[in-house]
Structures are given as C-alpha cells and as structure tokens.
C-alpha cells in the first residue's frame, strides 16, 4: 500500500504499463511506438504523474519520450544488466530525473 498526502492523478493503466514492474525497481511506464525514445523522462513517485504530463507535451512537439517509474534504486541495481539497458536505454543520453524532495539516489547512479 502506497499513500500520499498530496492530490495526484490516478494513472491511466490503459495507456501505461501495468505496475507489476515495480517489483524489479523500475520499468518503463510509457513509451513510444517502436521503444526508440528521443528522451528519457524518470521519477521515482509523486513525480511520475508530472513526467507523465512532459511525455504528452514532447509527444505533440515531435520528441519521442519514454518514461520510467523507478521506486527503488536499490530493487532496480540489482535486477540483470540486460534488464536495466531495456529500462534506462544506454544510447539514450538525454535523461531527465525528476524528484522534489532530494539527489539520494539519483547522484550514485550513472543515469
């Protein structure tokens, strides 16, 4: 069970992948016909909904974004090489980490 205080949107799960990839860390929660992003966008909670909202907005600009749900660094850094190149695709270097409350994580991680 997750909670928030905050009012976020509910994740349309017609559009999005389903949320069984939080088990491994992270996985891909939208992306682009083909799986070939211009752009990575990931968050690792309240954030998502707003790299959600990104996608839809570079989508209608012409750049193709994956977004990536990454709840725990720790669950992901141990998931195989072959299966965190398929997340946070290696020959993609235009990433945006999204996270308001602080770097943990996202420093100690060459993403």
């Given amino acids: 069970m997750i909670l928030t205080r ?7 799960r017609s559009k999005c992948a389903a949320a069984s990839g939080v088990a491994k860390g992270a996985y891909v929660l939208a992306d ?4 070939k992003p211009d752009v990575l966008l ?3 909670g309240s954030e998502v909904s707003l790299c959600l ?4 907005q570079l989508n209608g600009e012409g750049i193709k974004p994956r ?7 720790e669950l992901f850094e ?9 997340v946070i695709t290696p020959h993609v270097t ?3 980490c999204v996270e308001q409350a602080s770097t943990f994580g996202w420093r100690a991680t060459p993403v």
């Avoid at 905050?6 to 349309?12: A, G, K």
């Avoid at 682009?32 to 799986?35: E, Y």
């Avoid at 141990?78 to 398929?86: F, G, I, K, L, N």
């Fill in 32 to 35: 682009v016909p083909g799986g």
């Fill in 53 to 56: 909202e990104a996608a839809d």
């Fill in 94 to 96: 235009a990433r945006v």
């Fill in 42 to 44: 990931l968050a690792s």
């Fill in 6 to 12: 905050q009012t976020l949107p509910t994740i349309d």
């Fill in 67 to 73: 977004v990536v749900s990454m709840p725990s660094w």
């Fill in 78 to 86: 141990h998931q195989p090489q072959a299966y965190r190149d398929s």
